[in-house]
């Protein structure tokens, strides 16, 4: 199983950015995708998760912000970022969890700054 994420950059304080990510291979269907992040000499933090039900969750930090989606045919996860703040800096990966595997992307690095 390969996680392909994408988007990320640069934004000013305020703005928007979105970070998707693709699975391939064989994922066993019941499963939960999520984002994690991690700021510079800061652990790596749960941003938000959905499980293939559509039950999500998210940090509350990011709550009411960020939204986070999927496409179940697709295998894809959309994470939706609005109203960015420096906080939000860091690099961010996405993450899929099933009963027997655990399964990480490589990062993306997300960048709040004016």
């Known amino acids: 199983v390969q996680l392909q994420a994408s988007g990320g950059g640069l934004v000013q304080p305020g703005g928007s950015l979105s970070v998707s990510c693709a699975a391939s291979g064989s994922i066993f269907r019941l499963n939960v995708m999520g984002w994690y992040r991690q700021a510079p000499g800061m652990q790596r933090e749960l941003v938000a998760s959905?499980?293939?039900?559509?039950?999500?969750n998210y940090a509350d930090s990011v709550k009411g912000r960020f939204t986070i989606s999927r496409d179940n045919a697709k295998n894809t996860v959309l994470l939706q970022m609005n109203s960015l703040k420096p906080e939000d800096t860091a690099v961010y990966y996405c993450n899929v969890k099933t009963a027997y595997n655990n399964y990480w992307g490589q990062g993306t690095l997300v960048t709040v700054s004016s």
């Open positions: 959905i499980t293939s039900r559509g039950d999500t």
